[in-house]
């Protein structure tokens, strides 16, 4: 909720300076609760944020949660060296990947652990065979 009231409290803002600012609330958020002692939870945090507008794309994350971008025969991994790492402080979305989407680009939020349990080739071939509710259930 912090997330989508925090980015559009200013529609003035471009749809990158709205994420950022999103991305300060909620990272000053994360702090404050770390500091009142949920530093449990909020430490171990494992998220991925991302916004999509026509055909841009920004994209943070914390933890062992990752973004994949799938386009044709690849698949990127888009959060690779965004992570800050040292759990929650005002800074845990520290980084942001921006770029282009195209038609047809899926995006994969997961773990790296998934490519222990699928092949890169039966992730894509369920991306692309399956409507994405339904590609979920077969990779899950």
């Known amino acids: ?3 989508r009231r925090e980015f559009y409290s200013d529609l003035n803002r471009s749809v990158a300076d ?9 990272n ?3 702090a404050d609760l770390a500091a009142d002692g949920q530093h449990e939870w909020v430490g171990n945090l494992n998220a991925v944020l991302a916004v999509i507008n026509e055909n841009a794309l920004h994209v943070s994350h914390v933890g062992s949660a990752e973004a994949y971008l799938v ?3 690849a ?13 929650a402080t005002a800074k845990t979305f520290k980084n ?3 770029g282009t989407l195209e038609v047809g680009d899926r995006l994969l939020v997961a773990t790296g652990e998934i490519f222990s349990h699928l092949s ?3 992730i894509r071939r369920h991306l692309y065979l399956h409507h994405p ?5 077969k990779i899950a």
């Open 96 to 98: 942001v990947a921006s």
């Open 71 to 73: 386009r044709g025969h």
């Open 133 to 137: 509710g339904k590609a979920i259930t």
């Open 75 to 87: 698949i990127t991994h888009i959060t690779e060296g965004l992570n800050s790492g040292g759990g």
């Open 18 to 26: 709205s994420f950022e600012h999103a991305l300060t609330v909620i």
């Open 120 to 122: 890169v080739n039966d």
């Open 28 to 30: 000053q958020t994360l």
């Open 1 to 3: 909720e912090t997330a």
